[in-house]
T-cell receptor, first 110, second 121 residues
Framework: KNEVEQSPQNLTAQEGEFITINCSYS?????LHWLQQHPGGGIVSLFM???GKKKHGRLIATINIQEKHSSLHITASHPRDSAVYIC????????????FGKGTKLSVKP | DVKVTQSSRYLVKRTGEKVFLECVQD?????MFWYRQDPGLGLRLIYF???????EKGDIPEGYSVSREKKERFSLILESASTNQTSMYLC????????????????????FGPGTRLTVL
């Protein structure tokens, strides 16, 4: 059974800081997902990647398949980035099940 | 714009009541999922469905049942609500990836509803 571990569990940063959230998993996957959940509940998909690096605005996601590790970086953090960031992995099966990490709660102070 | 909707954002019920949580998606997705989310435990899969009238148990199905009579609608039923079912409930859907040829990892992307915060008193 694949385990997905995230660190840190909680993170407080000052506005403008560079932020890194880490995710490790235990067995081979077809894709890794980074999700964002704002207070209020709704979850949105930020990235889905199976190799290398993806960038969207101030967000960067990287994955190292050999080391079974991914990082989510936020450059020039802003209070609106405050949210729970969730890492999840999938195996490419037709039913699309995901295995989720427990999430990292990020708070960015002005 | 793709959309997954849930029938209620907040719900308060009494112990022993039968509770229905409805989820509707407008993306013609084959797969639909029900999760609950609790502090410190993350998202846990209750049930999923990969086709109309088909259902599979997830990691924590006890105390729950589901119904999928139409492709766009997936219902979660608490037959007799208990206080330990107080939680945030999230529905999601994803397209079917197929069983032949090379699977695209994009087909595993799940689209989530806004969540229902259920309190059982």
């Amino acid at each position: 059974k694949n385990e997905v571990e995230q660190s840190p569990q909680n993170l407080t940063a000052q506005e403008g800081e560079f932020i890194t959230i880490n995710c490790s998993y235990s067995v081979g996957i077809s894709a890794l997902h980074w999700l964002q959940q704002h207070p209020g509940g709704g979850i949105v998909s930020l990235f889905m990647l199976s190799s290398g690096k993806k960038k969207h605005g101030r967000l960067i996601a990287t994955i190292n398949i050999q080391e079974k590790h991914s990082s989510l970086h936020i450059t020039a953090s802003h209070p609106r980035d405050s949210a729970v960031y969730i890492c999840a992995v999938s195996y490419g099966g037709s039913q699309g099940n995901l295995i989720f990490g427990k999430g990292t709660k990020l708070s960015v102070k002005p | 714009d793709v959309k997954v909707t849930q029938s209620s954002r907040y719900l308060v019920k009494r112990t022993g009541e039968k509770v229905f949580l409805e989820c509707v998606q407008d993306m013609d997705h084959e797969n639909m999922f029900w999760y609950r989310q609790d502090p410190g435990l993350g998202l846990r899969l209750i049930y999923f469905s990969y086709d109309v009238k088909m259902k599979e148990k997830g990691d924590i199905p006890e105390g729950y049942s589901v119904s999928r009579e139409k492709k766009e609608r997936f219902s979660l039923i608490l037959e007799s609500a208990s206080t330990n079912q107080t939680s945030m409930y999230l529905c999601a859907s994803s397209p079917y990836a197929g069983t032949s040829g090379r699977l695209s990892s994009s087909y595993n992307e799940q689209f989530f509803g806004p969540g229902t915060r259920l309190t059982v008193l």
